[in-house]
């Protein structure tokens, strides 16, 4: 079974509109953190926000925001007010708890293609 | 500050060949990882090293490997490439401390795109 589904290959978004991107994950650690990077076509990958098992409020960095609804195990990224940089391929991660200190592994999902229009 | 840097940033191999990928990380950062990223898909992880050790490694053949020096660069070597080999392969770097999930992002460098015919 997938650790990470991203279930929407390609999405658009009208600029200064609001966006979400679905991720779902499949974990039985009760510890773990999910992820959310950005990839624009220049390859790099760009860290955006993060939310952990345990965080009781759902994370926000500026514009991205993150829908955390643990019993659904969904991490849903909410883009605001779209701009035409955000058009990238958009991955969500997670790590879990039993990586170990000093240990660091990410898996991730497949991406979503987000493409802003003018 | 330098972000991370890897080199090359691309390469063009024959199948047989062996290849080096080389990576500096941030200043302080003590971990390095990475992740192999074929066209369409997501990053897959392939070694992870902290303080000079392989802390994790990934479902990849013994054709790969890795390793990293006291400055804490690393390179990834692959031997025997083959062409399924061919990818854009990533480097991330992160403090290396703690054991909370959420305790080291990963800074990630702008990647190695890895060609093999």
């Known amino acids: 079974a997938q650790k990470i589904t991203q279930t929407q290959p390609g999405m658009f978004v009208q600029e200064k509109e609001a966006v979400t991107l679905d991720c779902t994950y499949d974990t039985s650690d009760p510890s773990y953190g999910l992820f959310w990077y950005k990839q624009p076509s220049s390859g790099e990958m760009i860290f955006l926000i993060y939310?952990?098992?345990?965080?009781?409020q759902n994370a926000t960095e500026g514009r991205y925001s993150l829908n955390f609804q643990k019993a659904r195990k969904s991490a849903n990224l909410v883009i605001s007010a779209s701009q035409l940089g955000d058009s990238a391929m958009y991955f969500c991660?997670?790590?879990?708890?039993?990586?170990?200190?000093?240990?660091?592994?990410?898996?991730f999902g497949k991406g979503t293609k987000l493409s802003v229009i003018p | 500050d330098a972000g991370v840097t890897q080199s090359p940033t691309h390469l063009i191999k024959t199948r047989g060949q062996q290849v080096t990928l080389r990576c500096s990380p941030i200043s302080g950062h003590k971990s390095v990882s990475w992740y192999q990223q074929v066209l369409g898909q997501g990053p897959q992880f392939i070694f992870q090293y902290y303080e000079k050790e392989e802390r994790g490694r990934g479902n990849f053949p013994d054709r790969f490997s890795a390793r990293q020096f006291p400055n804490y660069s690393s390179e990834l070597n692959v031997n025997a490439l083959l062409l399924g080999d061919s990818a854009l392969y990533l480097c991330a770097s992160s403090i290396g401390q703690g054991r909370a999930p959420g305790a080291n992002v990963l800074t990630f460098g702008a990647g190695s795109r890895l060609t093999v015919l």
């Open positions: 939310q952990g098992s345990y965080d009781q």
């Open positions: 991660a997670m790590r879990e708890r039993n990586s170990g200190a000093g240990s660091y592994q990410l898996t």
